[in-house]
């Protein structure tokens, strides 16, 4: 067998459906729209959801609760994560995303006491927890919180 003997099984593969090629085709006149009504139209159909005109599941469902349009969404690591970052090392946004600790987009990173550290780091953050702060200071580094 070669690549050129190689064929579709039968029966498998059909032409497309010309519509709109005349009467004597069977797909001629409306070409299969039917008459009359939104989806004959060129641009024709509903949105998604649309549900004729009924009022639609999404407003018939209750709504509960507060929704607060400006929330931060906040990226939370703790100190067990910094670990991995060699001894005086600047720890900020970018390294964090290029260690693969920050995956995704967020407003604010924060720090938390979470773990310990043993060895010094300058951390450049977001917002940091007090004992956050208090272990990267007491293992020598020191943390700046940027706004």
Known sequence: MKLNDLSPAKGS??????????V?????KTAGRGSKG????SGGGVRPGFEGGQM??????????FHNLFKKAIMIINIR?????ESGSLVD???????????GKYDEVKLLGQGDITHPLTVKIGAASQKAKEKIE??????????
Not at 38 to 41: A, D, E, G
Not at 138 to 147: F, P, R
Request: a positive charge.
């Open 81 to 85: 994560d910094l670990n991995r970052f």
């Open 24 to 28: 004597g085709s069977g797909w001629g």
């Open 13 to 22: 593969r059909s032409s497309r459906n010309r519509v709109g090629r005349g």
């Open 56 to 65: 639609p599941l999404h407003r018939r469902l209750p709504k509960r609760g």
């Open 138 to 147: 007491a293992a020598g580094g020191k943390v700046e919180v940027i706004a």
């Open 38 to 41: 939104h989806r004959s139209r």
């Open 93 to 103: 946004e970018a390294a964090l995303i290029h260690a693969g600790i920050i995956k």
